[in-house]
C-alpha cells in the first residue's frame, strides 16, 4: 500500500509546560510505515502514554487509549469543539455547524436535521440505496475489475445524498474533490479554495430553497433560518457538514472494507454464504476500520491522562484508536463477525454523535448483501498498488480488484 507524503510542515516550539517524556514525533497525515497498514501504523501510539503531545501541524497532542479518547469526546465543559480543525482553519474562515459547536446551542441547531435523519424518517431510503447499489454492482460486473474507489466507494455515497437533498447528480465530481481537500489535504491553502467553493455552491442551493421549499433537509434548514433558529452564515454551514459527513465517511469505509475482503477470502465466503451476517459485520468492520481524527480544543487548564493541559492546547482525538485498544476488546486487530461486543464510537460519542450514522449503516449493509451475491470473488489487481491518505479522514484513494468474468 502507498500512502502520499505531503512537504514536512516546520515543527512547532515545544511548549514550557509539556513534559519531554510525553513528545512524540508523529505527524498524522503521515503516520510512519502506513504503506503496510495504516491502522497498524496508529496503533503503535498505544505502545505509549494515554495521552503524548507531537510538534506537527502547529504543535497538539494526541489521545492514544480508549479512556482517554472517550473522556476527551464526552468533556465539552474541558474540551471545546471550537476549533475542531487541525492544523487550524484559515483565519476569518466561518465556523463548522454544528462541528465547532458547543451545548447548550448545540441542541438546537441538531434539532434542525434530526427529524429528517432518524431511522423512521431514513427507512424509505432504503429501496432507494438497495436499487442505486444493484444498478451499480450490475454495470461493473461484466468488466472483471475496477478502481473501487472511484467507480463505486465514491460514485455510490454521492449519487444517494445529491438525491437525499435534491441536487443534481452531475456535480458528483466537484462535490467528490471538495470532500476529499477538507478530509485529507493538509495544505491549508488549497483546502480553503476548496471549503470556499464548496459555500458559494450550498449559499445557491440553499437560496433556491427559500424561493422553492421542498422536504429535503435544506428546506428545513432555511426554514429554521426564517424562525430565526439559526444565522444565513451557519445555515450554509450546516449543509457543509452534512454534505461531507453523508459522504466521506461512507466512501471510506466502504474502501476499507472492500479492501480487507479483497485480501481474505474466508472472511468474504462467510459473508457472502450469510448474508444474514452482513448488520453484524458492519459494526465489526466500523469498529477495526475507523476513519476519523477529531480536534478539540482545551477550555482551560487541568490534568488529563497524566498530560498537563493548558487552555488553548490542541487535542487529536483519533477516535479508531478506540477499537483497537486491548483494554477494551480483546483480540482487536482481528476481524470476527461473531463478536459478543461491538460497540464502538466511530460514529461518536456524546453531545457530537453523527448525525448521518442512520443513513451509513444502511448504505453499508446494502452494499454488502448485493456486491457479495453478484460479485462473491474477488482480488487485488495483481501488480498493482492500493493508494491512501491519512488525515482527519483516513481512506483509501486507489484500489484496483479484479474478479472472473461470467
Request: hydrophobic share 40%; with cysteine.
Amino acid at each position: 500500500m502507498s500512502y502520499a507524503a505531503e512537504p514536512v510542515a516546520k515543527l512547532a516550539a515545544l511548549p514550557d509546560h509539556v513534559p519531554p517524556s510525553l513528545v512524540t514525533e508523529f505527524d498524522f497525515f503521515n503516520p510512519p510505515d502506513a504503506e503496510r497498514d495504516l491502522h497498524q501504523a496508529w496503533k503503535k501510539l498505544q505502545d505509549g502514554p494515554p495521552v503524548v503531545f507531537t510538534p506537527h501541524n502547529g504543535g497538539h497532542w494526541i489521545a492514544t487509549r480508549a479512556a482517554s479518547i472517550f473522556d476527551a469526546m464526552q468533556s465539552f465543559e474541558r474540551f471545546s469543539s471550537n476549533p475542531f480543525s487541525i492544523p487550524a482553519r484559515p483565519e476569518g474562515a466561518p465556523r463548522t455547524v454544528p462541528l465547532e459547536v458547543d451545548p447548550p446551542e448545540l441542541q438546537g441547531l441538531r434539532a434542525i436535521a434530526v427529524p429528517l435523519l432518524s431511522p423512521k424518517a431514513l427507512a424509505p431510503w432504503e429501496p432507494e440505496i438497495r436499487k442505486l447499489v444493484v444498478e451499480i454492482v450490475e454495470e461493473l460486473k461484466p468488466n472483471g475489475g475496477c478502481d473501487f474507489v472511484a467507480e463505486f466507494g465514491v460514485r455510490m455515497p454521492v449519487e444517494l445524498f445529491l438525491s437525499f437533498v435534491e441536487l443534481p447528480v452531475e456535480d458528483r465530481p466537484l462535490v467528490r474533490k471538495w470532500v476529499e481537500d477538507a478530509a485529507r489535504n493538509p495544505n491549508r491553502e488549497e483546502t480553503n479554495v476548496s471549503r470556499m467553493a464548496t459555500f458559494d455552491y450550498l449559499s445557491k442551493a440553499l437560496e433556491k430553497r427559500r424561493h422553492n421549499p421542498g422536504a429535503d433537509v435544506f428546506s428545513r434548514i432555511v426554514a429554521a433560518e426564517a424562525e430565526g433558529k439559526i444565522e444565513p452564515t451557519d445555515s450554509v454551514s450546516m449543509a457543509i457538514n452534512i454534505l461531507f459527513g453523508g459522504i466521506d465517511t461512507v466512501t471510506s469505509a466502504l474502501s476499507f472494507i472492500v479492501k480487507f475482503l479483497a485480501e481474505n477470502p474466508t472472511h468474504r465466503r462467510e459473508l457472502a454464504a450469510h448474508p444474514e451476517l452482513a448488520r453484524d459485520a458492519v459494526e465489526e468492520f466500523m469498529r477495526r476500520f475507523g476513519i476519523l481524527n477529531l480536534g478539540r480544543t482545551a477550555a482551560r487548564d487541568f490534568e488529563f491522562h497524566g498530560a498537563p493541559i493548558r487552555k488553548g492546547d490542541r487535542m487529536l482525538l483519533p477516535i479508531h484508536l478506540y477499537g483497537l485498544d486491548e483494554e477494551k476488546f480483546e483480540r482487536p486487530m482481528e476481524v470476527d463477525f461473531h463478536r459478543e461486543h461491538f460497540r464502538h464510537i466511530n460514529f461518536g460519542s456524546g453531545p457530537h454523535r453523527c448525525l448521518g450514522s442512520n443513513l451509513a449503516r444502511p448504505e453499508l449493509r446494502i452494499f454488502l448483501e448485493e456486491w457479495l451475491s453478484r460479485i462473491p470473488e474477488f482480488e487485488i489487481a495483481p501488480g498493482q498498488t492500493i493508494e491512501g491518505h491519512s488525515g482527519a479522514a483516513m481512506a483509501i484513494t486507489y484500489l484496483p480488484i479484479v474478479w472472473p468474468k461470467a
